[in-house]
């Protein structure tokens, strides 16, 4: 996944969430990764939570693969070259279309995004950028694990968001997800307000 070398286009989602599909060429293929990221920005990490996340679109058609099944091969030919774009297209209308609805689903009622957007507009007079960078800096302090990162505010929205499991949908893995979503919305507040650093790419549960 390089957004350097490849081709990276925006498609416009609902708000607030950005969508994006990035075209990587390689000897022998085209890979095809699709990112949902409330943040308006491209995200690195595969999987990740409702907030943002990222997918192979080859692996959403044919699950876990050996590599050369995971691109759209071609030999470099005009119509090599075309035949594996129809795939690429066919598979997005098939594949990469659903998994987008999917997360677009949960920005509304019933659904632990929509309860942390919630949570978001009650406190957002309290969500500055000086808070961000007062997490950012306990993220680095506990080596980017966030299953050691403490703050008032993200175990605040992390303790919303387990209290609003018995009332939304939410499968068992969400459920273990939600340090990682409390911190993808506290990036977004961030990002709305002041122009700042996304989460690091090596933060971990």
């Given at each position: 996944m390089?957004?350097r070398?490849?081709?990276?286009?925006?498609?416009?989602?609902?708000s607030?969430?950005?969508?994006?599909i990035?075209f990587n060429?390689?000897?022998?293929?085209?890979?095809?990764f699709?990112?949902?990221?409330?943040?308006?920005?491209?995200?690195?990490?595969?999987?990740?939570?409702?907030?943002?996340?990222?997918?192979?679109?080859?692996?959403?058609?044919?699950?876990?693969?050996?590599?050369?099944?995971?691109?759209?091969?071609?030999?470099?030919?005009?119509?090599?070259?075309?035949?594996?774009?129809?795939?690429?297209?066919m598979?997005?209308?098939a594949y990469?279309?659903?998994?987008?609805?999917?997360?677009?689903?949960?920005?509304?009622?019933?659904?632990?995004?929509?309860?942390?957007?919630?949570?978001?507009?009650?406190?957002a007079?309290?969500?500055?950028?000086?808070?961000?960078?007062?997490?950012?800096?306990?993220?680095?302090?506990?080596?980017?694990?966030?299953?050691?990162?403490?703050?008032?505010?993200?175990?605040?929205?992390k303790?919303?968001?387990?209290?609003?499991?018995?009332?939304?949908?939410?499968?068992?893995e969400?459920?273990?997800s939600?340090?990682?979503?409390?911190?993808?919305l506290?990036?977004?507040?961030?990002?709305?307000?002041?122009?700042?650093?996304?989460?690091?790419?090596?933060?971990?549960s």
């Amino acid at each position: 996944m390089n957004t350097r070398r490849g081709y990276l286009y925006v498609r416009p989602g609902p708000s607030p969430i950005s969508q994006f599909i990035l075209f990587n060429n390689h000897k022998g293929g085209l890979s095809v990764f699709i990112c949902s990221s409330i943040t308006g920005r491209w995200s690195e990490e595969l999987g990740g939570t409702a907030a943002k996340s990222t997918a192979q679109l080859s692996y959403l058609k044919n699950g876990p693969s050996p590599s050369e099944r995971l691109l759209y091969a071609h030999s470099g030919t005009r119509d090599s070259v075309q035949k594996a774009l129809d795939a690429i297209f066919m598979d997005y209308e098939a594949y990469g279309n659903p998994w987008f609805r999917g997360i677009e689903a949960r920005t509304k009622p019933g659904h632990l995004l929509y309860e942390g957007l919630q949570w978001l507009d009650r406190y957002a007079d309290r969500l500055t950028p000086v808070i961000w960078e007062e997490i950012e800096s306990k993220l680095k302090e506990v080596q980017f694990k966030i299953s050691r990162l403490e703050h008032p505010l993200f175990d605040a929205l992390k303790k919303h968001l387990q209290d609003s499991y018995d009332h939304v949908a939410s499968s068992k893995e969400e459920r273990q997800s939600v340090p990682k979503l409390a911190l993808h919305l506290l990036e977004y507040a961030a990002l709305a307000s002041a122009p700042l650093k996304s989460v690091p790419s090596q933060a971990s549960s």
